[in-house]
């Protein structure tokens, strides 16, 4: 009879074992009768990490591991079940609940000859190994091989030297090409029995982690045990410094520095199987000490800082394919992004109307990033991280007033958002194609306004926007006012001393000095304000007065205003919500007001 299998899902960890069908009908009765009780695999999974050492005993066999919930009656199948296992898995060693992650030594270079020939740059490439292919067939190395022997030949000037030249030309013609394929066969052979032999597998399994080469025979490079596993850390060669590069070692308990298995992070391409790496290591290890960043590297994209961004950006050809602005109708991330027009540029970047035909023509705004080519690493890092810092920010947030992230990725040297599109215009476009706005209008559009900086600074921490300006506030077709770019927003517990971002004409003094607290937010509100009933943008660093520019304002919202953009702090609105509340007011005021003036004239 043959062997069925059985999965048991463990913290998302995939435990599989090998059952007899006669035996599947009990085991599921026992599961059934038994109390809902937290598994010894799962209680380890929950635990908190530890710094110390300690010894984790887990279960003897894996088949042992996946029935460890299961009462004394399913337990009693165990023998039968590791017979099956052993004459079942063949080579696994009777080990048969295994996870195999794809491990690639070369994937930077891999990565590289994949954009080489890439829709892209595959005519380029083509055409290069053409005019190469050429230069062989008529005989470029004879040429080559002629000069060189001429410019040897110089103070031989009679007839019988220049038949000599034409001889060794002809004769050294065939040798080079000779030497040259030799050379390239020898070349060749060497590359791919380097590359055969290096590893092709990480093997996850209830006992322990390995690196093997898997070909046509399995074998084991580097192995260790869990209940071994001492101590996960991470290290750069020398002269590397980037999170692709760095190498995990896995040392045992007993101190010694050499490491039992050693990998490369680069090396595990995929992001989920980086995480099915992270949840082995805490589900298997809870005890053993890490590094503080392993598991901040092996976390699911949402959640770390963006390894993939680094191995995009970093295994690109050291040029640029576009040296112009993205023009209708370019492709992006193999044709699922196509541009329809360019939107707008910026002091941050490119905006381009696209569609992603993977989801229906569904169209979204490309935010496009410039990264430096032929620059110091550092350089590059801060041009990433300033993506990153926008995509991080953008996931984190959740709500109908704020632009959503739907993607990101680099390519060509060049980072892109790809963001939710927003039929509408910018409180900008709005003034100024039909001027100022009246003061109700702008009293409704200011409460919106709170309840996106409300939601904003009540975040733990509290979320800085620092641009929050007539530009980065858009209407949309149904009345509802959102908040894009977030490129320079940051949260408090990370400012103690900042850089100056944002237009001058609506930052406070703190945020010139570059300590923005979530007041600044405020000024810049109160600025805008100001800015939509008079079309005309605040002075730099003052108190806003509208009604000095447009008589028609009410003077209660003209101290509104000032209040808001009061340049002491204690004069200004500590916090969102009081403004909230004086903005209520004078709509209701304003409300009744009108009421009272529709029946007076009735």
Known sequence: MQPDESTKDIDGFQTKTRVKEDDIELVEDALQSSTPETSTLEQSAKQPVSNQDSTVNPPTSPSATALASVPDLARALEPNINADAKSASGSNHGIDDVILLEYKPFAGTEKWI?????SANSTKAWFALGLLLLFFTVGGPAWIVHRLLKQFSLNFASAASDTA?????????????ELFFGLFTLLFLLITYIYYSQPTHVRLAADGISLE?????????????????????????????LPQDCLMKFQDKTGHSESKLTLKLGSIVKGSEKNELRKAIELFAPDARKDARLLEFLAPVQDHSYTELWLAALSAPPKRERLTPLSEGSTLQSNRYRVVCQLGVGGQGTAYLATDEQKRSEEVVLKEFILPVYVDTNVLRQSLERMQNEAAMLEKLDNDRIVRLRNFFVEDHR????????????LEQIVSTEGPM???RVRGLALQMCEILEYLHSLTPPVIHRDFTPDNLILSSDGKLKLVDFNVAQQTESTATGTVVGKHSYLPPEQFRGRPTTQSDIYAMGATLAYLVTGKAPEPIKVSHPREINSEISEEFDNLVAKATAFDTKKRYESIKPLREDLQKLVEAGALKLFCAEEEGT
Do not use: C, H, M
């Open 438 to 440: 009246s003061e109700q």
């Open 213 to 241: 080469r898997r070909r046509k025979t399995r074998t084991i490079l580097g192995e260790i045990k869990w209940q071994d596993l001492g101590k996960v850390d991470l290290f750069w060669p020398t002269g590397k410094t």
């Open 415 to 426: 980072g892109y958002l790809v963001l939710e599109k927003i039929d509408g215009e910018t």
């Open 165 to 177: 030249i034409g001889f060794f030309a002809q004769s050294g013609s065939a040798l080079v090409l």
């Open 114 to 118: 994949e954009n080489r020939f890439s």
